[in-house]
């Protein structure tokens, strides 16, 4: 008896392991999601482009019917040249805005300022790789000559 | 002792481990939060500037050829067509090899 439960937790384990790892294999097939180092949730990434806030907004437009298969909420705030990127769960939020120009370049910041975690762990890391990946893409599309930045950020987790 | 004593007892067991187990875990993640967050730190206080990089090397795509000046400047080598393309909804001047239009967003296709 004692022993049948083991095993059922065991299989529980393994089952819901395959199917998280299969999941994230699908999404990297897909080209949705790229292996990079966790830090990127707590960092900016600074885009230099010599796209315009409407060149990125129609790459980022045409991205979303995966993005929102994917549970991603997409609002545009063309007044303050931002991009917001959500997930329906509200376990995170990301921004994309135009900073301004430097050499000629239009400068654009993503970051994710609010996510949840639990136990110190972002509780939803895929969706907001995803996002991210999203809105790299986006940038190349519109300029393959884009240049990044990361940089560090200040950011408290509730 | 009876067999509801000793299943009882073992119901009681069983939850005071997964209690530990949980205690154990959550003092590890913690630990290994506040290592990420000191690491955070440590970087911080080092200021090194961050480095710029070409984002088409993040995706191993080939960015366009470039022409270094005697300046030094780098610009992208790019075909000049007889008359600049424009965009078919707003006709604003486009930027060669663009995807998008500037002014309006439209997709153009090549």
Redesign the interface.
Known sequence: MVWGIFAFVAIIAVVSYSYASGKTKDLEKEGLFVKRDISYIRQGTVFFTSGTYNEIEAAVKATEPKLSQQGIIIKYFPNEQAITLESNHKAWIALLEHKGTQDGKNVFMFSFPQWQTRNGVPTDPIKMNVAITAIEKAMLAVDPQTAVESHELKIKTK | MSYDAAMGL?AIGLFVIIIVIRVV??KA??K???A?RNK?VD??EAKEP???????D??G?Q??A?NTSQSGRTT?VVSQPASPKVCPQCGKEL?A???????????IGN
């Open positions: 073992f875990v959550r993640a913690n290994a939060s506040d990420v955070w970087h911080k961050p480095q710029r990089m070409n984002l088409a993040r995706y795509v960015p366009q470039t992208p930027r090899g663009a995807q998008f239009c500037p002014s309006c967003g439209t997709k």
